[in-house]
């Protein structure tokens, strides 16, 4: 591994002093590109650009050929572990994922396999390799992957829900094999995060997309142990130095104190918690990461520039500050205003 | 005005000492009933269903025929007041509401009416004076608008949005034209509340269904000040003695401490703050109303019936606590399931 030449998202999840605020953004590798679309049209549809090793490389780096960002996230989907364990993903144009099969009963849980990453998930292992490789150090690549809670909640409604009835009743009427799905899901990104981290990702992140839907209570039943799970599995199997980026989208208040003692690196907070607040409540145990409102990027430059500045004042003196959106960015967005908002991040963080 | 038979909403939304806590739900009055879809079907659309205070009387009084609320809400749609100044309201089948026309310029706001809502919303003010009389002080009656934020969203985008991309970048790129129809909204709210007031509602609860998508900073510059706006304009007005609940879904944090110094007497909670957070949050300036996750309605009985308990018991000891799901009924519920809740209130908070 050749060393990196900016690790500054690195020192800045390790809470060590940076000479500016280290940003990237949630799906900087997207639909907003017209290069991405480019490519996504040569491959013929998501999956398949997803695991194509150096289809997914190409627009895993798109965007840092635009912006001065200081990391890349690679290119793939949430869904590819309820997918190795056989319940058929695939994307019906124009409505987002959906599962041949679907989790209803405890048998089918019983039944499913935890999928051996090296092998099942090659595909992604391939396409961090080839990344990493490229990149050249040049900045720090992230792996992800989805939180358990969220993983159950496309695996019980069959996709995209809007109310998570079904997995919400599932959680309440099923809590065993709730519990016995939430921990096989958990063990299975154990090992796929390590596989990631063996493959070149130098920090993942765990997308906890749907946290925010919970009532705390049943967050703190359903979601926060298997996010505890995967960061002392991890620790456990010897990545204790790979920082891990937690988000729970749509999650506040005295939970986020809970997660900031969960034992990884950082935090990412949506727009909707002022990071002051979000500091004051994780108490400096975390790095955050965040967390301008994504709709910023539809205004005007100064107005973006004005309200970078806000992200950062909320934040306030000390190090552990990533710079990212609450978010991810829209596929109607210009380009060009992530430039703008990256541009303003590195000026108005330096001192 | 004959005296209510059952003012137990009133007095707990006035932080007296009530026998049990009195309960309600949000779209107690809709789709989940077959009764209400029978008086839907033979209205023929939403808006006629809306538009005729017999009709509008009946769905309204339907759910207390069938569980023991302590209250009802009277059947209308928060796009009334826009409808009012000519914006043009229809529901396209399976769409939601739409806009003919949609709010694009300075020029656009300048134009907009303040409604008279004696005159331009006569039949709103007629269903809820039929109802008043029909219920004979049996519960009260509560009327509702939606916030101007929440409303301006729908006049910005032309209807439902998912991100509020336009809606956001009007406030950014547009501020002093955002606060001019902001303020008139809000005008023209404290009329249409005075005006229910006056026509038989008991209490009134201002939606701001979209709150929560803003950040902080954002909400403390474009929705709050308005719903401060709303009631301060009541009271001073002469209705200080009416209860206002304020609701912004998706609001948390330390901005429901600003929402409590508003004057309202209440504040609607959603499920994802725990109650008990929010009293600490509001200091017992308000009562608050909520906050039982919707979704716990498609549980067993014996679940509903221990989450009700798990509400009860997360706003802990004293006065001020109205019941209510943490958002509105979804049409698919079985009925008999708000049955269960509203009995397991009343059983589970009497001493």
Redesign the interface.
């Known amino acids: 591994m050749k060393p990196l030449k900016n690790d500054t998202l690195l020192r800045a999840l390790k809470r060590q002093l940076t000479e500016y605020t280290p940003v990237w953004a949630m799906r900087q590798a997207g639909r907003y590109l017209p290069e991405y679309r480019a490519v996504r049209a040569k491959a013929g549809s998501f999956m398949a650009l997803a695991t194509n090793p150096e289809l997914a490389c190409e627009v895993t780096i798109q965007p840092l050929r635009r912006f001065d960002l200081d990391a890349v996230i690679i290119f793939s989907d949430i869904l590819t572990i309820p997918d190795a364990m056989g319940q058929g993903l695939f994307f019906a144009a124009g409505e987002g994922p959906k599962f041949k099969k679907i989790i209803q009963t405890p048998a089918d849980i019983e039944a499913l396999p935890v999928p051996d990453p090296m092998d099942d998930l090659r595909y992604v292992m391939d396409a961090i390799a080839l990344t990493a490789k490229t990149l050249a150090g040049a900045v720090p690549l992230l792996g992800f992957a989805g939180s358990p809670w969220t993983l159950a909640t496309y695996m019980i409604e069959g996709g995209s829900s809007k ?4 997995s ?2 599932f959680l ?2 099923q809590p065993a094999a709730a519990h016995q799905l939430l921990d096989k899901l958990a063990q299975a990104t154990v090992a796929y995060l390590a596989a990631q981290i063996d493959s070149g990702a130098d920090a993942v992140q765990v997308f906890d997309s749907w946290g ?7 967050y703190r039943e359903f979601s926060l142990p298997y996010l505890q799970q995967i960061v002392t599995g991890l620790r456990q199997a010897g990545y204790a130095e790979t920082p891990v980026i937690l988000f729970s989208k ?5 939970v986020l104190g809970d997660m900031a003692a969960s034992g990884a690196h950082a935090l990412g907070v949506d ?4 990071m002051n ?1 979000a500091r004051q409540l994780t108490a400096d145990k975390v790095a955050l990461q965040g967390n301008l ?4 990027l ?3 430059d100064a ?1 973006i520039r004005r ?1 970078v500045q ?1 992200v950062l004042n909320a934040y306030g003196e000390g190090p552990g500050h990533v710079f990212n959106l ?1 978010h991810g960015m ?1 596929p ?1 967005m210009a380009p060009e205003k992530l430039g703008v908002m990256v541009d303003a991040v590195h000026e108005l963080s330096r001192k």
Chains 1, 2 share one sequence.
């Open positions: 109310n998570f009835a079904r919400k009743a309440l009427n925010g839907v919970l009532s705390p209570a049943m749509g999650v506040h208040g005295s727009w909707t918690t002022d607040e409102d994504p709709c910023v539809y205004a005007d107005v309200e806000q609450g829209h109607d």
